[in-house]
């Protein structure tokens, strides 16, 4: 997944340094042909102290794009009202592979999109947790499980996946009580949407994930012609990704910048940790509450989604829907009205400067409101949703790209008012996204990828005008990374460091882990709050 043109890398290869400043005792001089397992700084999905029974919904070796293909059953023991559900994936692979983009079907519901590491020639062991319990209503039937990750085994790329998934249910119990979950979780049907009559509140959320090799792997480096790169999009690399409701605009939201472990020209800085999101990449989410009137007439509407910004023609982007939905108990039938749907001009302009450094400066943004109410057997209630989203970059480049740098942020502000069953509820939701790195390719063919990427969100809510609960999240990686470029695995002496701190903290409580790798061997591993 090269950033470079002319810099071909063999996934799981080598290269060399001295050590770096400051390496720890117990670190070696340079990667040798083992290293950490891969792990995050995100914290581990909480249990209750309840009885839990555990399936296995898949357990499969991937060496080609054949998806495997089994059944689920619910299961017995824990009743059908969980107080969490917990997805697991245990992965192990050894040899040399690129990193491979993934998903699992349970009934046609995506309940997981996730990528991998690149191995060692030893062999790596890694897992990814999530909580699933959103999906209960799936969970509650029999279903066909798909899951895929498209890999390729051959003379040269060795690493087949072997993988395991499990779901483990934790009963009620106690002061245990089941979770508050979606009453159902429905998919597109040839693209439309039919939802229960009696829905009150609708919450798309789609798995957009930009990948397949093709520029818009990393769409946030594309330039317009005529700048001198050698990945082109029409309009720049302003990215958005809409959906829309029989045609009508109705929510929009910034991608995340994923940068999967081949990324930036430089496996070596995500052997063992990987950048934010690459191993649970979480869905975007839309609030359609505003159309549930709309939706509510027990006919099929049509759902779009599409990524501004990608060139005609172009692939390169997946953006699988699944639709949450929750139902009045008491009516069989909620009617309603969609009363506003307002864009803003979506703005992007990119501007190319030439030069011995080349530089396209690129700012965009949109602003969506919608707004609409549903009679309920609780009274009228209305859902208004404001989302603003603005994208400055500044992408800079020398001849052959042998420098290629960029820094950039993207905001995405959304604001949940609902109004008509209690106190007014207000839900506010600033996230940022940033990147900001360097690859630079010496005349010694030694690359070296300095990066530093970031992912916060600041959620606040407000009942009455009076705060309820509130949270921030700061996940930071940063990573510096270097070896020779064009040669043998056995040659290349790389080096490097990495990091990530995770924070969160919020009303219910805080969290805090750093993690820091030296030449592949984890040097810090420390938690605090």
């Not at 070696?28 to 083992?34: I, K, L, R, Y």
């Not at 293909?69 to 009743?79: E, L, M």
């Not at 207000?426 to 996204?433: A, E, F, I, K």
Request: overall charge negative; some cysteine.
């Amino acid at each position: 997944m090269s950033m470079l043109a002319g810099v071909i890398l063999s996934a799981g290869t080598f290269l060399g340094a001295g050590p770096a400043a400051g390496t720890p005792i117990n670190a070696p001089a340079e990667f040798g042909t083992d290293w950490h397992d891969p792990l995050t700084a995100a914290p581990p999905v909480a249990k209750p102290a309840t009885k839990s029974c555990a399936v296995t919904v898949a357990e499969a070796q991937f060496r080609d794009f054949t998806p495997y293909r089994g059944t689920y059953a619910p299961p017995s023991g824990c009743g059908d009202r969980w107080s969490k559900v917990v997805l697991r994936l245990d992965g192990k692979v050894k040899g040399r592979q690129f990193d491979r983009l993934g998903y699992l079907h349970i009934g046609g519901v995506e309940i997981l999109r996730t990528s991998t590491p690149e191995p060692s020639p030893d062999g790596i062991e890694w897992s990814v947790e999530k909580d699933v319990t959103r999906y209960s209503d799936t969970f509650r039937r029999d279903g066909d499980v798909e899951m895929l990750i498209g890999n390729v085994v051959d003379g040269t790329y060795t690493g087949a996946l072997d993988v395991k998934v499990t779901l483990t249910f934790y009963a009620e119990g106690g002061a245990v009580k089941p979770a508050a979950t979606p009453d159902r979780v429905l998919t597109l049907q040839d693209g439309t949407l039919t939802t229960p009559r009696n829905s009150e509140r609708v919450v798309a959320e789609v798995y957009a994930t930009g990948s397949g090799g093709g520029c818009e792997e990393y769409w946030y480096l594309t330039v317009p012609d005529p700048a001198p790169y050698s990945c082109k999009a029409d309009n720049g690399p302003y990215r958005e990704v809409q959906i829309k409701v029989d045609g009508q605009l109705a929510g929009i939201a910034e991608p995340f910048p994923t940068v999967w472990t081949g990324g930036w020209s430089n496996p070596f800085l995500w052997y063992v940790i990987p950048g934010p999101r690459a191993f649970d990449i979480k869905p975007i989410e839309y609030d359609l509450t505003p159309f549930a009137g709309l939706l509510d007439d027990g006919r099929p509407h049509r759902i779009d989604v599409s990524v501004v910004g990608v060139p005609a023609g172009q692939t390169g982007w997946s953006t699988p829907v699944n639709v949450l939905v929750w139902q009045d108990a008491k009516r069989a039938h909620v009617s309603g009205a969609l009363t506003a749907a307002k864009a803003g001009d979506l703005s992007n302009t990119s501007t190319y400067t030439p030069g011995s450094e080349e530089r396209l400066d690129t700012e965009g943004g949109h602003r969506l409101t919608t707004a609409g109410y549903v009679d309920t057997s609780h009274g009228r209630v209305w859902t208004t949703v404001r989302r603003a989203l603005a994208n400055t970059s500044a992408h800079r480049w020398t001849d052959g790209e042998n420098t290629d740098a960029l820094k950039a942020t993207w905001t995405d502000d959304e604001t949940v008012t609902v109004d008509g069953r209690g106190p007014v509820v207000v839900t506010r939701t600033h996230r940022t996204y940033s990147m900001d790195g360097t690859t630079t390719l010496g005349a010694d063919d030694r690359l070296r990828t300095v990066l530093t990427l970031g992912d916060r969100a600041a959620v606040e809510e407000t009942r009455g005008g009076r705060h309820a609960t509130w949270s921030r999240l700061d996940d930071t990686y940063a990573g510096d990374a270097t070896y020779t470029a064009n040669v043998p695995r056995e040659q290349r002496h790389a080096v490097g460091t990495t990091s990530e701190r995770y924070r969160l903290h919020g009303s219910d409580g805080c969290y805090d882990r750093v993690l820091v790798t030296v030449q592949g061997v984890l040097t810090r591993d420390r938690s605090d709050c």
